[in-house]
């Protein structure tokens, strides 16, 4: 196999439904993505780079199964320290908006991404990077559209095919890839599950291991930038081994104020 099956239904090529056909469609994902990719990680880790010099912070959102990608990001052993994560329970935990606010379709809500905005704790010099495997949804158009105009660089990772066969929920039409400075494609194929049943649907959904594995590699490379600069990069270490904790505030009281974690 060569890549991702149509999810459309069932053929004589297609394998059955197992672990190890799972595991196939991912490794071939992986290397897909990974060489296909290859020019836009280093543009994204260019401009991150230049954001940490200037003392910026790398403001990372998601939403639904997207909101693993600001979490691998922001605030996880072997990860950039100046990285802070923005979540719709925001608006609960830091906007004192009820509970029920958390609907299934808040994201779809343009107006949402404005109240988040007044919410987090950003400065001129940060960095975006946005998730979406659609690349539709109101809130994250809006929320990109922010912050290209408060004048700052955007990564935005999503399926380039599934958002391309979508109309978008934005008022404007827009979708989140026409707001990014570097565009990143995580190769989930429409839908985002790969292994088709009888009868209809599908398993095996990919789009939330390619965008961690993105976001690895940017970081990987931010961290090769610094180094062949003679700079350290801040990195954070697993609060779980000796003198983790230590080691990891220290780095954080240079960025107070700007980074939420335990949320």
């Known amino acids: 196999m060569t890549g991702p099956v149509d999810a459309s239904g069932p053929d004589a090529t297609t394998p059955p439904v197992s672990a190890e056909a799972y595991l196939a469609v991912v490794t071939s994902t992986i290397a897909r993505v990974a060489a ?5 990680v280093a543009r994204a880790a260019d401009l991150v780079t230049d954001a940490l010099r200037a003392g910026g912070v790398v403001q990372a959102f998601g939403t639904g199964h997207s909101e693993a990608l600001a979490m691998e990001i922001a605030g996880r052993a072997g990860g950039l320290v100046p990285t802070n994560r923005i979540a719709l329970r925001d608006l609960v935990l830091h906007g004192g908006a009820p509970v ?16 988040l905005w007044e919410l987090t704790p950003v400065r001129p010099s940060d960095v975006f990077v946005i998730a979406s495997n659609s690349g539709i949804n109101g809130a994250v158009v809006e929320f990109a559209s922010l912050v290209k105009r408060h004048g700052h660089g955007l990564v935005a990772i999503v399926s380039a095919e599934h958002s391309a066969r979508v109309p978008s929920r934005h008022p404007s039409g827009r979708r989140l890839a026409d707001f990014a400075d570097v565009l990143l494609d995580n190769g989930a194929p429409y839908g985002d599950a790969t292994l088709p049943l009888p009868g209809g649907g599908a398993v095996g959904a990919v789009s939330s291991i390619t965008a961690a594995l993105l976001a690895q590699q940017i970081v990987a490379e931010v961290a090769a930038r610094l180094l062949a600069a003679g700079e ?16 990891n505030s220290e780095l954080e009281a240079r960025y107070a104020g700007r980074l939420r974690r335990g949320t």
Request: aromatic share 2%; charged share 20%; glycine share 6%.
């Open 36 to 40: 296909g990719q290859r020019a836009a």
């Open 100 to 115: 029920d606010v958390l609907d299934p379709t808040l994201e779809r809500d343009p107006a949402v991404a404005h109240r």
């Open 232 to 247: 350290s990069p801040p990195v954070y270490l697993s609060a779980n081994v000796p003198h983790g904790d230590a080691h």
